[in-house]
């Protein structure tokens, strides 16, 4: 029976461990809130689907529907889409500046103006 339920319910097991960094599902206040809390907690305490969590003075428990893991990843520089040289030096000693390239030039297509066929019977200048 229970096997048949989990079964039909998608039930699955929580990945919680004691230590792991999580984020707790916050109210949604307004347009532009966010689905959960930006500052992490940590789980300290896990009993079947209730787990404990605390982040400096405040400590909550709740159900481990309301938490979702931190992949705590390397911390990577973000890289920037224009790419700059450095001075380089070469080998004679004088310096070469090198800056940053960019399409500055983009040229749009160009068609032939001319004026309407009804306007050939007058002078126009240009």
Known sequence: ??????QTRKAKKSNFKV???????QEKRDKLSTPFDPK???VINKKGSMITARR????????????????NSPH?????????????????GNRCDTYP?????????S??????????????ER
């Open 1 to 6: 029976m229970k096997s048949y339920a989990d």
């Open 19 to 25: 230590g792991d960094s999580v984020l707790v599902k």
């Open 40 to 42: 992490p907690y940590e």
């Open 56 to 71: 400096e003075d405040h400590q909550i428990t709740r159900n481990s529907s309301f938490f979702k893991t931190v992949k």
């Open 76 to 92: 990577v520089p973000p890289s920037n889409d224009q790419t700059y040289d450095t001075i380089n030096l070469k080998k004679d």
């Open 101 to 109: 390239t960019s399409d500055l030039a983009l040229k749009r297509s």
């Open 111 to 124: 068609r032939i103006r001319k004026p309407p066929d009804y306007l050939k019977d007058y002078v126009c």
